[in-house]
């Protein structure tokens, strides 16, 4: 990922609110903050990452205001002063002791026993404050100090400020400063973060409610790693099922090094010439992701700049053009069925494609890349072999896992996201442990008429037995959350207030080849004699 804010870069600014607003860093272009300010996209372009800066009062004669660098020592002032009183502590002259959990007392005894707490008052009461609201206004409207000088009047214009205890008057001030501070600070959109604010600020349906904490078991349980492409050698290759808008695609992308562009990425490049040739589909390190629909949900892929939207070729320049493979349903199950599959476009001689009008030659080798890029990827896909599965899906995991399945290598990990956990319990149920030995015990008579018994892997189930309980081993169900803690001197205790919504599980299963026949351990086991002789025990084998 880039250290500097690149041109046409997504980024997230977090605002003194703690929210943040997403957007795209376009050059000689005006970026508003709403009630901060404005201010001109080239003055954070080419900059590093996580720099906070601070709108400075505007100029006579001019529209949007100048950016100031924060140095950390300012932002934290705060917390070093605070660090050096502890350090150098001075008696009060009131005698106000603090306890052991951090709340001030008026009056200890000699043994320390507490007699009489503290009764200043924490309530702020806006009758004490001696400024209006039309002042107020009027002090926003000016704009001074970047909100600084706005803090310092209000605070000083309470006439309770002194009766405050140490907690709530740093609570006061971080409430005045989130409120009328002109800061901001510049972050990287990546994965966590964009996870984070689609809970938080934008619709969490759109994806399935998908918490940071599950977005990393599923690309851990699923073991999606970067993979080395070798010559004639075909691994690293991940199938996956996402309808979160390509926010699973995206995180696995980011395990697999395929995400972010490189450093030479145009956004703005066109092809050059009326016919460029397209890059093969990789072999390796790659990620096939099955949809429902004629063209893939990747919307979130845009914060990324990827877009598979645009005109063919789509972005020739991002890993993800070549790495990221996509077919719907009717082109895994029924491809003679597809259109685009099925209508096989004939190769044209140079002489025949002179003869063409630059409209229809155009036409001619966009139908031909999009034909021959769907055929290699059906043709790879239905070969089977992936290392893994990840599914996000709100769809019947059963009858995802059908199909899907066998196409999966031995020892492959399989891990379903799902926000409810009834359907995820139903699916371990049908790879239990009692139900395997069932089958075993007593196949049915559909996968006992086989032929072949290879074909049992593609059996497509009964009623007693929907899937084949023998293909996966160590199938259970797990859920995690991660809990937010207030951390402070005597009142550390988790978050009261917290968001709800679906809890989220994963299903975490792996992939296992069937023996065939029996399995027979032969040879002649013998014991240590009594008094001697030759010691230990063995197995002596047949010749």
């Excluded at 932002?75 to 605070?82: G, K, Q, R």
């Excluded at 030659?361 to 999009?370: A, D, I, M, S, W």
Aim: charged share 25%; with cysteine.
């Amino acid at each position: 990922m880039h250290s500097l804010v690149p041109p046409n870069a997504w980024v997230a600014l977090r605002l003194p609110s703690d929210s943040l607003k997403v957007l795209q860093i376009v050059p000689n272009t005006v970026v508003s903050l709403g009630k901060y300010g404005t201010f001109s996209s080239n003055l954070i372009i080419e900059r590093p990452y996580n720099l906070t800066y601070e709108l400075l009062d505007r100029r006579a004669g001019e529209k949007d205001s100048d950016l100031r660098i924060v140095p950390a020592s300012e932002i934290h002032a705060d917390t070093i002063a605070e660090e050096d009183a502890a350090s150098n502590p001075k008696e009060a002259e009131d005698k106000v002791v603090i306890g052991g959990d951090g709340v001030e007392f008026e009056l200890v005894g000699e043994n320390g026993e507490v007699i009489i707490r503290s009764n200043r008052e924490t309530i702020d009461d806006s009758a004490r404050q001696t400024l209006t609201m039309e002042e107020i206004e009027v002090l926003k409207r000016e704009g001074t100090g970047a909100g600084k000088d706005l803090i310092a009047k209000l605070m000083l214009s309470h006439t309770g400020i002194d009766q405050k205890t140490t907690f709530s008057l740093a609570k006061y001030k971080l409430l005045k400063t989130k409120k009328y501070l002109k800061r901001f600070t510049v972050l990287p959109l990546d994965v966590p973060l964009l996870t984070h604010w689609m809970m938080t600020e934008k619709d969490a349906n759109k994806i399935l409610e998908m918490r940071n904490e599950m977005l990393s078991l599923i690309g851990s349980w699923s073991n999606v790693h970067f993979s080395e492409s070798l010559p004639d050698m075909e691994g690293g290759r991940w199938l996956v099922v996402d309808e979160t808008g390509g926010l699973l695609v995206a995180a696995m992308a980011e395990r697999m090094g395929i995400l972010h562009p490189p450093s030479d990425f145009n956004w703005e490049g066109k092809p050059e010439g009326p016919h460029r040739e397209e890059a093969p589909p990789a072999t390796s390190n790659t990620i096939t992701l099955v949809h429902n629909n004629a063209q893939p949900n990747l919307s979130l892929l845009k914060y990324f700049l990827y877009d598979p939207t645009t005109t063919s070729p789509p972005c020739p320049t991002h890993p993800l053009n070549n790495h990221l493979h996509a077919l719907s349903w009717l082109q895994l199950l029924k491809p003679s069925e597809d259109t685009t599959y099925s209508s096989k476009i004939e190769t044209l001689s140079p002489e025949e494609l002179s003869q063409m009008k630059s409209a229809k030659r155009g036409t001619y080798y966009r139908k031909l890349r999009r034909w021959t890029k769907t055929t290699h990827i059906v043709n790879s896909t239905l070969t089977g072999g992936f290392d893994g599965l990840a599914i996000a899906a709100s769809m019947d995991p059963s009858s995802i896992l059908r199909h899907t399945l066998p196409l999966l290598r031995g020892g492959a990990s399989i891990a379903i996201y799902s926000p409810t956990i009834e359907p995820l319990v139903t699916l371990a149920d049908l790879y239990s442990t009692s139900r395997r030995t069932a089958f075993i015990q007593a196949p049915p008579a559909s996968f006992s008429e086989l032929e072949d018994q290879d074909r049992g892997i593609e059996w497509q189930g009964d009623e007693d037995f929907p899937l084949n309980p023998t293909l996966v081993l160590n199938a259970s169900v797990q859920s995690a959350r991660v809990r937010e803690w207030q951390v402070l001197p005597g009142r550390t205790h988790p978050m009261m207030t917290g968001r709800g919504g679906a809890e989220g599980y994963l299903f975490t299963g792996i992939r296992v080849l069937p023996a065939k026949g029996r399995v027979e351990a032969r040879g002649k086991f013998w014991e240590e004699e009594e008094g001697g002789g030759q010691g230990g025990s063995g197995c002596e084998g047949n010749s």
